[in-house]
């Protein structure tokens, strides 16, 4: 039996019909073609979606940061108005807002010239697979990786350095004491933050946070995390049943990347993902990961359980600017002439854009990590509990998937910043994968640069950046000239498109005051040549207004889907 865990599902029901006078009325360079099929299907039909508009092309300047992101989420706003629709939430990380049309209203939507593009409000749900009869395992995957070697030579636990669990929550487990710095809840009408755990209905963020930062408490050792002293965030944004949507998934990635400095938050572990629909270069999701890149926080990303064959790799994993992570099987041993590939772990290249992915592969199978009592999985499947010889409460939990591999990356890099603070995601990236444990198994579209290995990663002095041989997304790419104006440009080949641009002026040509600002640039200029230390991040996720709904909140299951954590084979 295979293990899965935490891959999220998108169903999209997409029809064939429509009606002429809605054929004719929109514009399809500014919607998803998937989405569209299925609003001509069902003109009549709401639905939510995200709406982003045309930014500003303008230099930032000194004190207009924020106000020209606050003129790109009005615009939104105002667009939905004008056409019919009601406005729920602000979306400023990726210049749009959260809406509720009818098909028809999203069709002429596309044809406003203030609006950039229209996507679909995606439900996701998070499917869990138990392994039966699994024999007990312990902490195999922690000790392959080399992280006991990292607290005994070099002296790191991951002390300070803050990782973001963004997931269904964190239970306040003995093992996480004092060490969950912030929470917040955005499957909730009026998310606040609070300085003590708000709970894990689910089950699933809890187990996550405990491969980063469990110390361990509660099995003398035996169950510790890969950062034991770390501090978590915990960002809820998928309810008990392991639903949420797109939405819900950028506003908390909205908070993290306002809140970063104040919880010192260096490391965002997303284990959950969705089928891909399209390109990444249209995906929002990856562009508010490529964001909190650029902006000095590492996205890690689960690959996904839909493997073993090739193209099954999830969004946001399948971005180029993040670090993503496939589930080894280490047999239940730290040795490593045992391992394979995880049969269920997804792998590249990716569907639409050919990249290779994973990136790198962690421990992913029979995952003995925190146990959250009650919760929806604890409920479900009460034979993955764990008790410790002499306990008397089962306080740990056995799971397994890409969702138990990315967590262990994401100590790893928590390691990193506390022996070397002021790495740059780049550079944590090209650690991790020049630092990789060889497999002698797959290819690099299976298992990537190879088996992470904490204790290298960690000691490393390499300087180097990992440079992505893909550009940004066009959302990214749009929003982020603004800030970058003026800049020296990089070119990633001189010889590209013939060695000019879109307008016949030769690469070494190209200056601000001719440059046609198009795909043809974005997809030859190197953006890790910019200097983004200077960008006042705070510009880009102004948060104040608040179109919140009163009547209905679209957060997945909570509105009736009858999602759930369903075993799947």
Same mark, same amino acid.
């Given at each position: 039996m295979r293990w899965l865990t935490a891959t999220i599902t998108v169903a999209l029901l997409l029809g064939t019909a429509a009606t002429p006078s809605a054929a004719n009325s929109f514009d399809p360079t500014k919607i998803d073609a998937s989405f569209l099929t299925e609003i001509l299907a069902a003109a009549t039909d709401d639905f939510d979606v995200i709406v982003r508009s045309v930014p500003e092309d303008k230099a930032a300047k000194d004190g207009q940061v924020a106000r020209a992101a606050e003129r790109q989420v009005e615009r939104a706003a105002k667009s939905v108005k004008k056409h019919g629709g009601s406005v729920k939430q602000a979306l400023a990380i990726?210049?749009?807002?959260s809406a509720r049309l009818k098909g028809v209203q999203i069709l002429k939507l596309t044809r406003d010239d203030d609006v950039d593009y229209v996507v679909k409000d995606q439900k996701l749900q998070a499917q869990f697979d138990p392994a039966l009869d699994s024999a007990k395992a312990g902490s195999a995957g922690i000790l392959e990786v080399g992280a006991p070697q990292a607290w005994s030579q070099l002296g790191i636990t991951g002390r300070g350095v803050g990782v973001a669990v963004v997931d269904s929550g964190v239970y306040a487990h003995p093992d996480l004491a004092g060490r969950i710095v912030a929470a917040i809840d955005f499957t909730t009408l009026a998310p606040t933050v609070s300085n003590v755990a708000q709970g894990d209905l689910g089950g699933h963020g809890t187990h996550v946070a405990g491969l980063i930062a469990g110390d361990g408490t509660r099995s003398a050792g035996l169950y510790t995390g890969v950062a034991p002293n770390a501090n978590i965030i915990d960002v809820r944004v998928i309810d008990a049943n392991g639903s949420s949507n797109v939405s819900i998934i950028l506003r908390g990635l909205q908070w993290v990347l306002a809140n970063r400095t104040t919880y010192n938050i260096k490391v965002v572990n997303m284990s959950l993902g969705a089928t891909p629909t399209g390109s990444y270069k249209s995906d929002l999701m990856a562009t508010a990961a490529e964001i909190l890149n650029f902006a000095g926080v590492n996205v890690v990303v689960s690959a996904g359980n839909t493997g073993p064959f090739a193209g099954t790799i999830t969004t946001p994993a399948t971005d180029p600017y993040v670090i993503t992570v496939g589930a080894l099987d280490d047999n239940a041993t730290p040795l490593l002439a045992d391992d394979l590939m995880a049969t269920f772990s997804s792998r590249g290249k990716t569907l639409f854009d050919r990249i290779a992915k994973p990136d790198l592969l962690a421990p992913g199978r029979k995952m003995v990590s925190l146990r959250s009592p009650g919760s929806e999985l604890d409920s479900l499947f009460p034979d993955r509990q764990v008790t410790v010889l002499g306990s008397l409460s089962a306080d740990y939990y056995r799971l397994s998937g890409t969702s138990m591999a990315a967590p262990v990356v994401a100590g790893t890099i928590a390691l990193m910043y506390e022996r070397s603070p002021n790495l740059t995601p780049a550079q944590?990236?090209?650690? +991790?994968?020049?630092?990789?444990?060889?497999?002698?198994?797959?290819?690099? +579209?299976?298992?990537?640069?190879?088996?992470?290995?904490?204790?290298?990663?960690?000691?490393s002095a390499d300087t180097g950046k990992e440079i992505s041989a893909d550009r940004v997304s066009d959302a990214f790419a749009k929003d982020m000239k603004r800030f970058i104006q003026g800049q020296h440009f990089v070119w990633r080949d001189l010889a590209y498109n013939g060695g000019v641009d879109s307008g016949g002026v030769t690469w070494e040509g190209v200056t601000w005051e001719n440059v046609r600002w198009d795909a043809v640039t974005w997809e030859n200029v190197m953006w890790e040549g910019f200097t983004w230390?200077?960008?006042?991040?705070?510009?880009?996720?102004?948060?104040?207004?608040?179109?919140?709904?009163t009547d209905q909140q679209s957060t997945g299951a909570q509105t009736g889907t009858g999602a759930f954590w369903d075993p799947v084979d």
């Open positions: 990726v210049g749009a807002v944590v990236k090209k650690r +991790l994968k020049s630092t990789v444990t060889p497999l002698a198994f797959g290819t690099t +579209l299976d298992r990537g640069a190879g088996l992470v290995n904490a204790y290298r990663a960690s000691a230390e200077g960008v006042t991040w705070e510009g880009v996720t102004w948060e104040t207004v608040n179109w919140q709904s």
